[in-house]
């Protein structure tokens, strides 16, 4: 089972008839045992391979396909039910044959879906929301509670944007999927979209040939999760209010819309599945103004493992006429007020560029070369140097690059969220 | 064990750090000598010691218990000594400029046409300081006509890849960044308009509020209201009673 532990990082005084608390809450899951979970049937994950004509040109692209799912396979543990759907204008259940149930995975069914998948060949449509409705209907045949899916497409969807809603609201809840998009003719906002609202994770693979090695990493990292439903609950006291909930490390998602409302003072987060990992949240609420002196709590934050509560952290309010102790920042809420920072300009940027307005693009991409650097995000740097050429990382002085690559752009829209951690910077907390 | 425990404001609180209802400090060592003097020696017993309760009083607004060592109401922040409610807003604009403030609007059939003026508020825009965005000279408020009934009328700015195409659409020229793809809508209900945040990055704000409005909750409009977003957005609903002729 695993063990929870929660941190906060904040500077609890406030300056009279200050209202606004901010907190990073550091959550950490050591000693889970994804394994356990796939002995006891508790596991199950759907594949989703894109079948559209598209993947046929260049042919090396449904040949790569047909390996990183046969990686895949090869990563599914013993005991994890499982099943291969192929996307088309329908999606079809291409493993298991008989279609409606996931198979156990052994020696043998393992064996049976590399085979089936060897024969995975490219035509017509891509029509996303029938892709993940099959992922679902899959999923409600079986009693696992740990549920992921990996999506692989290399193209735009071809249908009315309202039927993948509809279809990605009635998968909330039921499956988490991580999407991957192999080329540059998929739309990275399409993915996100998906990924976001299905609790995983969107990124780009360049070419055909790493797709092998990112299924295999994204299938260890999917059977490393022992905890099926992790929740984040936030109390705040009577006239507070929660202004956002932001998970920020690994990756920046804000979580403030998912709220699940418990009672008038209370709201749960759904997080998703758990492995050994640490996640980072910023909590942001406004409190009723106290005097000089009085010590509240401005909220609660607890954790849960399915409905038992495993961990909690306190974020407290001390009103005081210190101005140098109110004026402080914690420089891990700075930090993680950047880092959201950086991925919005990125993002900001990109679009204005789409949209050719190249002025916005040049301020924003600029701002965000400045905070990645000064935060020492270098992941993000390296693939803003890929856009913009950098005159002055300090002022954040840029220039947009004339000889973009597709690729680059879309690698650094996906990774826009990565963040890093406090101190990753050369010249952090001086 | 369900020991109820007392908070310094009177909630009962299940929890024995910080009231589960206030969020007051519950472990506060009673600061005057406590007339009902506890039992010493249970060690195990909640840590609170009840602090003498002076006598009630009542705020004078919401009629809450209210806690004599504190500035103000707990519940909804009214100042006792100063007879106020909490800080009356500070993003009036300067500009009283367009505000027909008169919600006089009695219970005649509301009938006319529901408009939308898009402006850019300079004062506005200089509280924000929004270093990015420049401040739109020269730009003539525009009117949008809202539609009888149908589907909510979205605000916020078009974008191809976000497959964004919102009614009310702030991506210009001129254009306010600072404006959310889909930001806001406004929901036709009965005979009027609610307006609903989605989340916007940078909130919405109605008339004199230094709050942003609660994401994703649908808040009441009348005709004559500011909305407030983005940069220098202003958005104004107006009720242009029908013409009889």
Known sequence: MSEFSLEVFQNEFLADGATTMDAIVTVTASGGAGGAAAAAGQAAEVLIVDTSGSMSAPSTRIRAARTAAAAAIDGIRDGVQFAVVAGGEVATTFFPPWGTNLAVADNVTRGQAKDAVSHLAAGGGTAMSTWLLQAADLFASSTATIRHAILLTDGENREDPARLDDAIRSCVGQFQADCRGVGTDWIVSELRKIASALMGTVDIIPSPEEMEAEFQRLMESAMNRGVAAATLRVWCPQGARVNFVRQVAPDVEDLTGRAVPINPLTSDFPLGAWGDEERDYHVSVTVPANAVGVEMLAARVSLLAGPDVVGQALVRAVWTDDEAASARINPEVAHYTGQAELAANIQEGLEALKSGDERTATVKLGRATQLAVASGNDGTVKLLRKVVDVEDPATGTVRIRKDIDKADEMALDTRSTRTVRVGSGAKASQ | ?245
């Not at chain 2, 750090?17 to 017993?45: E, F, I, K, N, R």
């Not at chain 2, 989605?198 to 209201?225: C, I, Q, R």
């Open chain 2, 1 to 245: 064990m369900s020991t109820t425990l007392t908070c310094p404001n009177g909630h009962s609180s299940t929890e024995s750090d910080y009231c589960s209802v206030c969020g007051t400090l519950m472990a506060v060592p009673a600061p005057a000598p406590p007339s009902p003097v506890p039992v010493p020696g249970d060690d195990d017993g909640p840590t609170f010691i009840p602090r003498p309760k002076p006598p009630v009083e009542e705020c004078p607004n919401c009629s809450s218990e209210l806690d004599p060592t504190s500035k103000f109401c707990e519940v909804c922040g009214y100042d006792p000594t100063t007879g106020s409610l909490p800080k009356p807003p500070v993003v009036s604009p300067a500009a009283s400029d367009v505000a027909p403030d008169d919600d006089a609007a009695p219970d005649a059939p509301v009938t006319g046409t529901w408009v939308v003026v898009v402006a850019a508020d300079r004062a506005y825009y200089d509280r924000n300081q929004v270093a990015e965005v420049q401040f739109p000279l020269g730009v003539p408020p525009r009117v949008i006509e809202l539609p009888v009934a149908g589907d909510p009328v979205a605000i916020g700015r078009r974008s191809a890849s976000r497959g964004t195409n919102p009614a009310i659409d702030l991506a210009g020229p001129p254009e306010d960044a600072a404006v959310s793809h889909t930001h806001a809508s406004l929901l036709r209900e009965g005979d009027g308009w609610s307006l609903v945040d989605h989340g916007s990055t940078n909130g919405t704000y109605v008339n004199e509020t230094t709050d942003p409005v609660p994401a994703n909750t649908p808040m009441p409009l009348k005709a004559g209201d500011r909305i407030y977003l983005g940069a220098w957005t202003k958005l104004t609903l107006e009720l242009h009673p029908d013409q009889p002729n």
